[in-house]
């Protein structure tokens, strides 16, 4: 097992930053230990400093945005464009208007295959995605295809369940248009080389969309320096509110791209005749957006930064690594994602012998250890790796090692109660 090794991250006490989390320290009834939460890859917990910016904007900002004439109004768009240069700093994105706000990954992969792929795929194209991909990934591209025809190929996995860069560079002899790919799978919590795949993908022509919802809340990423085209998040795994979210695109891209929906706030002119069309970003940002939640989205950048997402890596890190000097204790279990440690972020994926993977978490419930089972919307992941389903636990900057060893106590458990020695 090899463990990566960070220079500049500083220690995390994941112990005191659960502090922060209001949901992790609530009382529990008589006997019942304190929640293990072991489902952040599902959806994060929020911190007060959160929760607060999203009351203190509908205490005392709340308003429409962009057409109101009066003082609110204006303090609310002010707001609201603040969160955006927020967002785009945290992203290391050039300028503001390159991030759009959407309500998660899967609107913002939408946004980008409808209105980027509607204007550059034919028929006669090619697109390449991969097997580990969410479904959210998949879906926009597979209803596109139906309306216009275009080919996808996959990138498979190799033996040690990481994308197979033989193939990929084969399948970029066929000059793809488009490389669309995870940062990070939820489902085995691969990691992706994207500065690599994104310099192949444009030797080659490709244009890259990369689906960072596992990797933005964990780690640094820079879109300049990986140089992707287009990069999908969701606030709500970043400690961030639910509704709040970004497609991240190069301006030039974002400029040639027609709408994705129409409505109000994307226009620049309506006749009877016709529409002409905003500037981005607001040409993507139709009707009213959920302002308060991507003020709360910038509050959780801010919060990450704060803590540092390196140290949030080399914590996720650590308890990978104890975990899985642990975990070979428990009969009957099987692993799935890449040996090196360094390859993977901090997602285990696990069957227990032939204990159905909703019954391993149901025995985990009932130690108050929250887990996530079933295909993570990623089907054909697991028809790759000859499954229907797993359990899944995922860690966080405020996981600590008692959740792994509470993690350990309860796999031994299910195997106890399903007869299982
Ligand atoms: N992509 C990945 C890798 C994910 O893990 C998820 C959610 O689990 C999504 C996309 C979809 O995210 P959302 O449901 O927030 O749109």
């Known amino acids: 097992m090899v463990l990566s090794t960070q220079t500049s991250a500083t220690t995390l006490d994941g112990a005191a930053l659960r502090r922060d989390f209001p949901i992790l320290n609530q009382p529990q009834p008589e006997g019942r230990p304190p929640l293990a939460f072991l489902d952040s890859a599902a959806s994060s917990q929020k911190p007060e400093q959160v929760i607060q910016a999203i009351d203190t904007y509908y205490r005392t900002i709340n308003a429409n945005i962009h057409r109101g004439v ?17 967002m785009a700093t945290f992203l290391n994105a050039r300028q503001a208007r390159e991030c759009i ?11 980008a295959a409808n209105a980027w792929g ?25 209803m596109l295809r139906e309306e216009i025809g275009f080919s996808i190929d996959y990138i498979p996995l190799t033996d040690d369940h990481q994308l197979d860069m033989t193939v990929y560079a084969q399948l970029l002899e066929q000059k793809p248009k488009l490389v669309g790919f995870a940062h990070v799978s939820n489902a085995i919590g691969a990691l992706n080389d994207v500065a690599a795949m994104t310099r192949m993908a444009h030797d080659a022509g490709a244009a890259v969309l990369v689906d960072a919802a596992q990797s933005v809340p964990h780690m640094p990423v820079d879109v300049q320096a990986l140089d992707v085209d287009f990069l999908a998040l969701s606030g709500h ?11 991240y695109g190069k301006r030039e891209l974002l400029e040639a791209m027609p709408p994705y929906m129409g409505g109000g706030s994307m226009i620049r002119k309506v006749t009877l005749d016709g529409t002409t069309f905003a500037d981005i970003p607001a040409r993507f940002e139709a009707g009213t957006p959920a302002v308060a939640d991507q003020v709360g989205l910038a509050a959780a950048a801010d919060y990450l930064t704060a803590v540092g997402l390196e140290a949030i890596r080399e914590h996720e890190l650590e308890l990978l690594d104890y975990a899985m000097e642990q975990l070979p204790s428990v009969p009957h ?3 799935y994602g890449p040996e090196d440690l360094s390859k993977r972020s901090g997602v285990i994926s696990f069957t227990l012998g032939s204990i159905h993977p909703h019954d391993v978490a149901a025995i985990l419930d009932g130690e108050n250890i929250a887990v996530r089972a079933g295909h993570h919307c990623a089907q054909p992941l697991m028809a790759a790796l000859g499954v229907v389903a797993t359990t899944r636990a995922s860690f966080y900057m405020y996981n600590t090692r008692d959740d792994v060893d509470r993690l350990v106590a309860g796999l031994h458990k299910a195997n106890e109660v399903f007869g299982q020695v």
């Open 70 to 86: 009066y003082e609110l109004s204006e303090a609310a768009t002010a707001a609201y464009e603040a969160a955006r240069q927020t």
């Open 101 to 111: 706000f959407v309500r998660n990954t899967t609107e913002a992969i939408n946004l």
């Open 118 to 142: 509607r204007s550059n795929l034919t028929a006669n194209d090619r697109i390449v995605l991969t097997v580990m991909e969410h479904h959210s990934n998949l879906v926009p591209w597979h």
């Open 237 to 247: 795994k970043m400690v961030g509110p639910m509704g709040s979210g970004v497609l």
């Open 333 to 335: 279990l099987t692993m």
